[in-house]
């Protein structure tokens, strides 16, 4: 398990969320929560290096999809599924600021991952306080 230096407390229920909700997904492979800003805040079954290169690229697909929806007047993001030869990938939006991504084999049922996703997003919004940072003054 990967953790930010937030109270021990607190990494151990994000962990023990992660575990009680994501293993119920069958074929789970792993998962990192991130600030919305690619920083890995808690990686479940994946090791440190793999879990900071998937929250980078996982927050370019979560700011992708929320300017789509922006632009398509879309309302908020719940969900993205992606679909691979081998793999699923969910990212989810939890907490003020945050993501979830997870990734499953082809094992998982889409619906399975997409609602557990959530659920398990929805469980640690109390615990997510990360605050998006403010955007910059446009000159």
């Not at 991130?34 to 440190?48: E, K, Q």
């Not at 997409?114 to 306080?129: D, F, K, N, P, S």
Request: proline letters at 4%.
């Amino acid at each position: 398990m990967t953790t930010t230096p937030n109270s021990a407390t607190s990494s151990e229920m994000i962990f023990s969320i992660l575990d009680n909700h994501l293993s119920r997904i069958a074929g789970v492979q792993g998962a990192v929560l991130l600030s919305n800003d690619g920083i890995p805040l808690t990686a479940y079954l994946l090791d440190r290096d793999q879990s900071e290169r998937m929250a980078a690229a996982a927050s370019g697909i979560a700011a992708t999809m929320k300017a789509i929806s922006r632009e398509i007047d879309g309302g908020r993001v719940i969900r993205q599924l992606v679909e691979m030869d081998d793999r699923y990938l969910c990212v989810v939006g939890c907490g003020e600021g945050s993501t979830l991504l997870v990734v499953t084999s082809r094992k998982a049922r889409l619906g399975e991952l997409g609602g557990e996703a959530v659920r398990t997003a929805q469980a640690l919004g109390e615990w997510l306080g990360t605050p998006e940072r403010p955007q910059a003054p446009k000159p």
